[in-house]
């Protein structure tokens, strides 16, 4: 397998990108998370286990323990299709937790100036239906939520569906789903997908991988090129302390037990083959490879180049 490589070293930059084979694969940040996110996500991440890995400072946690998390979204074309895998939370959407309440980001700015409009997206694809990774899927338009990419299919598996559907939310979910996910349902974009164990080719170069636990539909999206591969892990892996210790998992994991078996699989096809790991909440340089490292793993940063910013 080719190894994917960096366009050139650059310092980081709101918006950057990576190459893996023909396709470049941007970063499209929307906020940093506050440092309590950490010890409430993560809460078996503590000082001492974190600081224990020397590698994690200074990108990815910081002296004294704390954890460094994003938001951000990932866009590339493949096959011809401009994608964009997760939305984020949103700007201006009600939130029980307050970093997430009432955003008022430049998350579309940062969208087109890596050359992506809303109108010109074709493909959204949805790793999973948390409030953070669905909230763009829709914007407020006089008063009412419209889909934000308005000629893109939307894409989630139907396992991911099919249990929300059923599941008994709290009012807090119940509007999430109503202000980011039954929208597009409604406008007749959203499209479920059956994701077997091999996973499904949705693009020439773009695969949805089955990646259950955090969700017991989620999926990770695999990326390949000319002989390169990446992997988009969405909540599979939160942050690159779970490289050195799979085990532990997050607050909000549906099933602990599968996700962490799920992060296992995950790791171990990433280990030593030179594909990228591009973590969906992994702070600035976002990207790495995964290599052994004492008896698990741990993460082998590439560092991102600035993406050009285009002329309005």
């Not at 006089?142 to 059923?166: C, H, I, M, Q, S």
């Not at 693009?203 to 591969?229: E, F, K, N, W, Y």
């Not at 909540?235 to 599968?258: T, W």
């Not at 591009?278 to 993460?299: C, D, I, N, Q």
């Amino acid at each position: 397998m080719r190894t994917a490589e960096l366009i050139e070293p650059a310092p980081y930059d709101a918006t950057a990108r990576w190459t893996v084979g023909d396709i470049t694969v941007h970063r499209i940040d929307e906020i940093p998370l506050p440092p309590q996110t950490g010890p409430w996500l993560l809460p078996a991440a503590t000082a001492e286990v974190v600081t224990e890995q020397d590698w994690l400072r200074p990108d990815f946690a910081g002296p004294d323990g704390v954890l460094h998390l994003d938001s951000h979204s990932f866009a590339l074309v493949v096959d011809g299709l401009r994608v964009l895998v997760d939305t984020g939370i949103g700007n201006g959407k009600t939130r029980a937790n307050p970093a997430w309440h009432n955003l008022r980001t430049d998350y579309l700015a940062r969208l087109a100036d890596a050359g992506f409009t809303p109108e010109d997206v074709d493909l959204v694809v949805l790793t999973h239906l948390h409030t953070d990774h669905v909230g763009w899927n829709t914007r407020e338009v006089d008063g009412a939520w419209v889909p934000t990419f308005p000629n893109a299919r939307y894409l989630t598996a139907k396992a991911e569906y099919d249990f929300w559907a059923a599941y008994d939310m709290d009012e807090a979910r119940r509007g999430m789903f109503r202000d980011s996910v039954l929208p597009i349902e409604e406008a007749g974009l959203l499209e479920l997908v059956d994701v077997p164990d091999e996973g499904v080719d949705v693009a020439d170069g773009l695969r949805l991988v089955p990646a259950p636990g955090h969700t017991p539909g989620q999926i990770a999206v695999r990326v390949s090129s000319a002989g390169a591969a990446a992997l988009i892990t969405g909540d599979a892996v939160h942050h690159p302390v779970q490289l050195a210790h799979p085990g532990i998992g997050s607050c909000v994991d549906i099933d602990p037990v599968q996700a962490e078996a799920t992060r296992r699989t995950l790791l171990a096809w990433l280990a030593d083959t030179g594909a990228l790991a591009l973590g969906t909440h992994f702070p600035s340089p976002t990207a790495g490879r995964v290599v052994a490292h004492g008896g698990a793993y741990r993460l082998e940063p590439v560092p991102a180049v600035p993406a050009e910013v285009r002329p309005s």
